[in-house]
């Protein structure tokens, strides 16, 4: 049998001391086959970041197992681009368009298709002029714009993205999440991305993994459908499962 290109076996994560533990994430498996969009949803702290992290290769699981196309991740690849949470991800001494040209550099992209790519890109995330600007110069939600960009520059097979979204305003956050489908279709890449949203969960995903609270375990694993009306009960359930009515006081 074709194993997934990612897979996680029973994954716990511990911080803190031996005499303090803090059991981050507890037990978590699934799988994603190539071009699966994964949406991991879940309260604050319940260990979304972590999971991905881990997935990245920037950290090591406690116990179980991550597997990329059946071999244990041991550190952070090429293979997996990530979008932090945190706004501080570029290369400070490059400007906003060497930051977004930087992975197709790398790729062996000559430089005019590469500047042309992210000059494309700039205007997509609504950062026209500042391409020559250089990251200490913008807000967070600019320079979280940038990362986005450079990540969607050049897809690579599976693309990691930590809330990249939740800092935007309502139009861009539109607009990023329209362009992250577009280059999906177009490139048809595997995707695992985190969000609180539960809108964007079911716009986005094609399979919605839902983390229970603190430490985070598999709490349930929904398909997302395509017919409108089922995504709207999805949607229903999704808020009820996760944002259950106050108990009366
Ligand atoms: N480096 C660390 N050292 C100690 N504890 C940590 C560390 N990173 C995370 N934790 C703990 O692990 C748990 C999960 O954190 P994580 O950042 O993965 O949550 P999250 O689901 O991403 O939350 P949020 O939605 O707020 O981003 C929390 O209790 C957090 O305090
Ligand atoms: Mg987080």
């Known amino acids: 049998m074709l194993s997934p290109l990612l897979a996680l076996k029973e994954v716990s994560v511990h911080f803190g001391t031996a005499n303090r533990p803090v059991t981050a994430v507890e037990n978590v498996s699934f799988s994603l086959s190539e071009g699966e969009r994964l949406v991991l949803v879940g309260p604050s702290g319940c260990g ?3 999971l991905l992290a881990t997935v990245g ?50 790729a062996g992209v000559t430089r005019e298709v590469a500047s042309a790519r992210a000059e494309a890109l700039i205007h997509q995330v609504g950062l026209t002029g500042f391409g020559d600007a250089f990251p200490h110069m913008l807000s967070g939600g600019m320079k ?14 599976l ?8 800092a935007l305003d309502a139009l861009t956050r539109r607009r990023m999440q329209e362009e992250l489908l577009r280059l999906w279709h177009e490139h048809v890449f595997t995707l695992l991305f985190v969000t609180h ?4 969960a079911v716009l986005l995903g ?25 995504r709207a009960a999805l949607q229903a359930d999704l808020h009820r499962l996760l944002l259950p009515e106050p108990a009366d006081v």
């Open 159 to 166: 693309l990691l993205m930590d809330e990249p979204f939740a």
């Open 48 to 50: 979304k970041s972590t």
């Open 197 to 200: 949203s539960i809108e964007e």
């Open 206 to 230: 094609s399979r919605i993994l839902v983390l229970s609270p603190h430490p985070g375990r598999v709490q349930a694993v929904l398909e997302v459908p395509e017919d409108r009306a089922a």
């Open 144 to 157: 979280m714009r940038v990362a986005i960009a450079r990540a969607l520059a050049a897809p690579p097979r």
């Open 57 to 106: 290769g920037f950290l090591r699981p406690s116990a179980g197992h991550v597997l990329l196309d059946g071999v244990p991740v041991r550190r952070p690849g090429p293979d997996r681009m990530m979008v932090f949470q945190e706004f501080d991800q570029l290369l400070p001494w490059k400007s906003v368009a060497a930051n977004i040209a930087y992975p197709l550099r790398l």
